[in-house]
């Protein structure tokens, strides 16, 4: 909101001078518009969920009324793009459960027409449960308010909403209430939104995107756009991103970035607070959420994915795409398998959600220099006719009888199945080798796999007759095809990189079904 200066953000504006347009077409050139087609449906989509959510508390509480559904992310910022998802806020009264969510809620989302994919992953850190309605990816949280029904006139502003609420109520409530004051604090909502495609575009494109594995999500880049935006409240998104790379270059980090002052507020739940609490002092590129209670959008950001960021953080580059497979000589391979598709959907996002633990853990070996995460796994289905080749597929082999295999060639063939496989990457950058040394490097990366091991057969709902994890080191050369585009040449050996580095050896289990 405007203070009392007459300016939006924490500091007076960098400059108020006008600039020009130049960059709308650019931006449909590179096809980050949706069609009315796309629209249209999207519209519908949600149209069906709102029915569904009042459907659905009817079903879990009858004494209970109402049900309400907001959007928030790329589609409430209105940032809305061909194949994007919807994320989702499902806010239900007191008598409905979080259980109730999970189980009748995703239950009625199983048998509903149209409706795949579905996906709860009720212990995340914001419970959450994943599907597709119409193709069309929807990612729905939940928050159970202190209220014995729900309004259809209903907004999330009123911080009193916040009372008598869980910590995970709390996160998804601040979702959609962190959107709206977005939308309140810039000066100019269309300047902002073209500004902000841009700058997730080239994020998307460099394989920085991705709040799960260390860097900025949605949130995040929203949120530094959007203090660029309050910098130079007049000029228009071309000058915006331009000046987002200056400043961001050249930002002092830890120093936090703020839309507004931080607001201690009446109730009794934590805001974020470096000089209170020492989490809060570890955060190395504190972004923080304008919404009471605010919190930090970056607590994922590594050291290794920090310098990823900041390497690579130039104007010049604006619509490459990134070079992730060609950058490094080493790459750790995190091979999650099932025979099931449904499963390998909650298995390959659990082995996910924890990567980042041993991102951290290698950061801490002594001659690597840097654990890259890419931004997502690759998805393989291969239709196997023995326990053998099932074998060779869980542990990222394959053969070209394998690869060619379609569905109908295994039907009838006792014994035969198919094996659902994601695969994940880490970049290794090692410490060169000190000129004149003549003894062979080791990296001894044993103990930061195999914890990562343990840490995801630990998912309660492990089953190791059923699931397969596979950790292991491979050379550039060997990258498989499916990782380049067509037509995209296998990676050179990255340049100053020692030619003798001696790996320990590597950890996993596959499935036996």
């Known amino acids: ?39 249209r449906t999207r519209e519908i989509v949600l149209g069906r969920l709102a029915a569904l959510v009042k459907s659905f508390v009817k079903t879990a509480a009858a004494e209970a009324s ?4 907001f959007t928030f992310g790329s589609y409430r910022l209105g940032m809305r793009g061909p194949g994007s998802d919807i994320d989702t806020l499902c806010v239900v009264p007191k008598h409905v459960s979080r259980e109730d969510f ?54 999330l502003q009123d911080d009193n909403l916040l009372r008598n609420l869980d910590d995970r109520c709390i ?46 999500g949605d949130v995040a880049w929203s949120l530094l756009v959007a203090r660029i935006c309050q910098l130079y409240p007049n000029a228009v998104a071309g000058a915006i991103v331009s000046r987002f790379f200056i400043i961001m270059y050249q930002w002092d980090w830890p120093q936090p970035v703020l839309l507004k002052h931080i607001e201690d507020g009446p109730l009794p739940v934590r805001v974020w607070n470096p000089r209170l609490y020492p989490v809060d002092r570890a955060h190395r590129m504190p972004i923080i959420t304008p919404a009471y209670p605010a919190m930090c959008a970056t607590h994922n950001v590594t050291a290794s994915t920090q310098m990823v960021i900041a390497g690579i953080a130039e104007w010049s580059e604006l619509f490459t795409k990134h070079d992730f497979f060609h950058k490094y000589r080493y790459y750790l391979q995190i091979i999650a398998s099932t025979g099931d598709h449904e499963l390998q959907i909650k298995w390959a996002g659990t082995v996910e ?18 654990a890259h995460p890419f931004v997502k796994g690759f998805e393989q289905v291969a239709y196997c006719v023995s326990d053998e080749e099932v074998r060779l597929i869980a542990q990222g082999e394959t053969t070209k009888v394998i690869a060619k295999r379609k569905p109908e060639d295994i039907e009838g063939i006792e014994g035969a199945r198919p094996v659902y496989s994601t695969t994940f990457y880490v970049g290794l950058g090692i410490e060169a080798k000190q000129p004149g040394s003549t003894v062979p490097q080791r990296l001894d990366i044993s103990w930061p796999t195999s914890e990562f091991v343990k ?36 990676p050179p050996v990255a340049r100053n990189w020692p030619k003798q580095t001696k790996f320990s050896h590597f950890y996993g289990a596959t499935p036996r079904t």
């Open 455 to 490: 840490i995801v057969r630990s998912w309660d709902k492990f089953d190791e007759v059923k699931m397969g994890i596979m950790v292991r080191h491979i050379k550039s050369s060997a990258l498989p095809d499916y990782v380049f585009d067509p037509g995209e040449r296998q």
């Open 353 to 370: 959600s924890r990567l980042r633990q041993m991102v951290m853990n290698l950061e801490l070996v002594e001659s690597l220099t840097l």
């Open 1 to 39: 909101m405007d203070n009392s200066q007459g300016y939006l953000g924490v500091t007076p504006p960098i400059s108020i001078m006008e600039s020009s347009e130049r960059e709308k077409e650019e931006l449909r050139r590179q096809n980050t518009m949706e069609s009315d087609e796309e629209a």
């Open 102 to 155: 999970f189980d009748v809620f995703e239950g009625i989302l199983r048998n509903t027409e149209g409706v795949t994919d579905v996906s709860g992953v009720p212990d995340a850190y914001i419970p959450i449960i994943k599907l597709k309605v119409s193709g069309i990816p929807i990612y729905f949280l939940m928050a159970r308010l202190a209220l014995s029904s729900i309004p259809d006139d209903l907004t």
């Open 171 to 216: 996160r998804s409530l601040g979702a959609s209430r962190v959107t709206d004051q977005i939308l309140r604090l810039v000066p100019n909502v269309t300047i902002f939104r073209d500004a902000l495609r841009c700058i997730r575009l080239w994020a998307s494109r460099r394989a920085i995107y991705s709040n799960m594995n260390g860097f900025l």
């Open 66 to 69: 109402g049900g309400k559904i």
